[in-house]
């Protein structure tokens, strides 16, 4: 047996219990209905054009039924004579280049075949202005050629900094149709004035080019489209952050706080800009926004998605992973969004260990002010699915009488295989 091996035996695991958590339920039933209710006001309608070439911005984050939103948007643009395409908006996602953008729409059902619709992707930008501060702005070129604009993107509380404007439309243009160069010049000056210049760079954006319309999406708790509105430019500065009062208050959050451990089925891009949303963790990176008290002392990533490509941004969160997620990492993918955001930690390397079992009870042994006999664990899917989650045994009392919490197994024991590897 391994030295490592050996100090971690001595750990013990508590038995473990599945509960579910009861969040708002409210969906939107006919969700092309609704985008072509939203799109068809005068003010938006009118500013397509017949014959007119109108780029549709689309996002690298996991938003409920993007597929079907987006082509819903394209065939609504075509019905009234205009001639869409995509460009993928996700800064420097998809490794900063545009094969891996592509690729990355791709997985989410985007592409020339299923959209009907030409995707231009490339990494190229052109400056359209200069901010208040005197400061370049960049927007992607194939989007600023196009004789107009149209973007889609979720309305939601950024993981790094709060403001007026958070993840949503204004960082949209500003961050993703900026692309690598226009994301590296927002992100220079630190999370700390973030919120300022998404909203100085998207006006300056807004001024320069001509947006058609921007789509605001807001999902409920269970990762389903809850509202969807059609806004015109000088609505989007309006009423995002109205919108993005409404998101948060509709975020999932894991239900029982100040746990030792959180086991993290799996991370990724399609899940938060960090890997996992640190809205549901509690454990914020950026210096810009101060941890929840009720935020765990230690999290333990066990795999990367099969969406995220590699790209391992916000594992430096976790304080101990797997041999299966360090073998899956592609640094190519990985440090390019590292380096935009100027975020060495959020690429920092976790401990790893050669199985799930090690590393969470590697994770149970760097936990300080731990209650050995008492261990307040949670396991989670992802960030973004916390419907069903499972509590340890000590959690039950405070739970069992919640009107938000149903608890729906007996006690059990963590089911390793021969490898020590959940089932």
Known sequence: MSVINSILDKVELPNMVKVKQKFDRTIIEDIPAEVIKQLNRDEIRNKIKPGMKIAVAVGSRGIASISLIAKTVLDFIKQNGAEPFIVPAMGSHGGATGEGQKEFLNNYGINKKTMEVEIKSSMEVVPVGVNEDGITVYIDKNAFEADGIIILNRIKPHPAFRGNYECGLMKMLTIGLGKQQGAEVCHIQGFGKMARNVEMFARCIIEN?????GLAIIENAYDQTRELYGLTPNEIIEKEPELLNKARSLLPRIIPEKLDVLVVDKIGKNFGGD??????????????????????????????????????????????????????IDMEATYPNSLTASAPEASAIPSVFGSDELAIKAAVKFAYDANRSKL??????????????EV?????????????????????????DNSGNLF
């Open 209 to 213: 080019v001509n947006l058609i319309a």
């Open 275 to 328: 890997g996992m949303d640190a809205n549901v963790t509690r454990v914020f990176l950026s210096p810009a926004v101060p941890n929840d008290p009720g935020a765990p002392s230690r999290i333990v990533a066990l795999d990367l998605s099969d969406e995220t490509h590699g790209n391992a941004m916000g594992m430096g969160i976790a304080a101990s992973t797997t041999r299966r997620l360090f073998n899956k």
């Open 376 to 389: 307040r664990i949670v396991r989670i899917p992802n960030t973004l699915h916390i419907e069903y989650i």
């Open 392 to 416: 340890s045994e000590a959690l039950i009392d405070e739970l069992k009488e919640r009107e938000d919490i149903e608890i729906i197994s007996a006690k059990h024991s963590w089911q390793f």
